[in-house]
């Protein structure tokens, strides 16, 4: 028998909604609160308010402010990350303005390590020409979004929406039939404890969503990282860029549960030898053997990739047990406790790793200020293409873009405030009446390890023209079936995100299809080389859906 059932929540309005709460959420809204002491803004977020990968980042955040290091070197270093198809202005813009975002991080509250003579403290990472890296021990992401939170949680002009996910976009049907860019008027909220989809209005919509990582099988990103943003941008109408330029990590640890530890490359800096179970072979020689295990994030993690591919295993080990264990569990608290406590010692044992996705340069293609091409929406943080990291993200660079587009952003949408809706009124409440079961819960697991399983090995280090057609072929009629799923089942957040996450792979592979050359974070086997000419890939989708869907 077929049951309907009625997901319709309420109304509610808003000069601003925010969508997540990273790093680039929480200071966009902390801006526009300051500036703005009558607004009302929303903070929806789908976990709790610290659930974010902004939380997890180890390394720190780059700006430059040593005397030995100068404006210039970081762009040039974030250029030649990029592969040649960063934006220049943007580039230019961002890094300048860095030390100005320090400033304003440490106004909020943050604290950074300091050296003991109580200045700043600076480290170095991989493709920086200088030590310019701000950082709190192995945990900078945690003392900037402890500190980001508690600011927010104090504003009374900023709502917060735990546990509440974005569903969709809202786009007015009057501008749509005038034939311009639609204009976004708000977003449908799924509330998970009341299993409601309310109805929120806003001048202005942030989407601050953040990566991907989940699309993959191994990712160093939390569960929240599902692209949603980006799905929800494209389904609008709105541009996506560069969707084929994901970073990997190269030492993620290999675990069934605890699934997201990642291993700083600083191990491998600090000496950690990488071997082949079974023959405990130091298999770096074979491809890199001057630089070993201390060669570039993509040729190590390929590397692996290769390896896993033709061993029995499905890891590789990483070494540390020539190293001190009290220097370990100084030099890295976190991760010593961490491994601990997954019975791990650091010093003493061989540590399982995998490659795995860490992060999407591309994403809703955005200008200087965050603005998309859609009125009044904006995206910033790694949900966005601002054109900053190009084909490869430099290291510690996305922090440092979260905040510079969060404040850009603020600035630019303030505009919207004067701006009052139009005919919102006539939108509809969220229509359950197509729903008539409710999920099976089997099958959707189902298609999230399909899905993953098979981006992993077609879609993902190491691509070819005939594995990326299988692929899309797969993943279109995975697509298929999700999609009504979609339609007939209770909306929950997993089924948002894997209609949201099969979108995004599609995104994936039809861009890596096109890019017929390894560049930044796309490997080729069949065109491995770097071709001359130097282009952004740019999207959009194809049925041009300007209606609530
Ligand atoms: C393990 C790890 C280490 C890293 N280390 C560094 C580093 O040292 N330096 C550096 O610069 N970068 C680092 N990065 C990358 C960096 O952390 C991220 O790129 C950055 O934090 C992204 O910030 P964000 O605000 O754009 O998104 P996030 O911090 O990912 O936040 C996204 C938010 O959106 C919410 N959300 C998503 N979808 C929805 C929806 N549908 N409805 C409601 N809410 C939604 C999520 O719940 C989350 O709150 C690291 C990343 C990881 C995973």
Known sequence: ??????????????????????????????????????????????????????????????????????????INDTLNAGAGICVQEVVEDIIQQGPKCIEYLIDQGV??????????????????????????????????????VKKVKLQSQIDCFAQHTAVNLILTEQLQQSGKFPEVVGAYILDEKLSLVHTFFAKTVILA??????????????????????????????????????????????????????????????????????????FMKNYSPEKMELATRDIVARAIFSEIEKSE??????????????????????????????????????????????????????????????TRLYAIGETACSGFHGANRLASNSLLEGVFMALKAAEDSEKWLSHSLKNHQEIGDWDSKGVTDRRRASQINAHWRGLRGEMTSYGGIIRTEAGLKDLL??????????????????ITRDLIELRNIVSVAQMIVTAALSRQESRGGHFRDDFPNQNEISRPSIMKNPQKVHTVS
């Open 313 to 374: 295993y499905s890891y590789v080990h990483l070494d540390l047990r020539h190293k001190d264990n009290s220097f370990l569990s100084k030099r890295f608290p976190y991760l010593y406790k961490s491994l601990l406590s997954q019975g791990i010692d650091m010093g003493e044992d061989l540590i399982p790793v995998v490659p795995a996705a860490h992060y999407l340069c591309g994403g809703i293609l955005t200008n200087q200020c965050g603005q998309t091409d859609l």
């Open 111 to 148: 604290i950074f390590s300091q050296t003991e003579s109580g200045e700043l403290a600076l480290t170095k990472e991989g493709g920086h020409s200088a030590r310019r890296i701000f950082y709190n021990t192995d945990q900078t992401g945690q003392a900037i979004i402890h500190s980001l």
């Open 473 to 490: 072929k797969l993943i279109n009629t995975r697509s298929e079936m999700i999609e009504e799923y979609y339609w007939k089942h209770t």
């Open 209 to 282: 969503t953040g990566g991907a990582g989940k699309v993959y099988r191994y990712s160093s990103n939390p569960e929240v990282a599902t692209g949603d943003g980006i799905a929800m941008a494209y389904r609008a109408g709105a541009r996506v860029g560069n969707m084929e330029f994901y970073q990997f990590h190269p030492t993620l640890l290999y675990h069934r549960k605890f699934n997201n530890l990642l291993l700083t490359e600083a191990l491998r800096g600090e000496g950690a030898y990488l071997r082949l179970p079974g023959s405990g072979f130091r």
């Open 1 to 74: 028998m077929t049951q309907i059932i009625s997901q319709q929540g309420h109304r509610f309005h808003y000069d601003a909604i925010i969508i997540g709460s990273g790093i680039a959420g929480l200071c966009y809204g902390l801006r526009l609160a300051h500036k703005h002491p009558n607004c009302k803004i929303a903070l929806v977020t789908k976990g709790q308010l610290d659930d974010s990968s902004s939380r997890y980042a180890q390394g720190g955040i780059a700006a430059v402010a040593g005397k030995n290091d100068s404006i210039q070197d970081h």
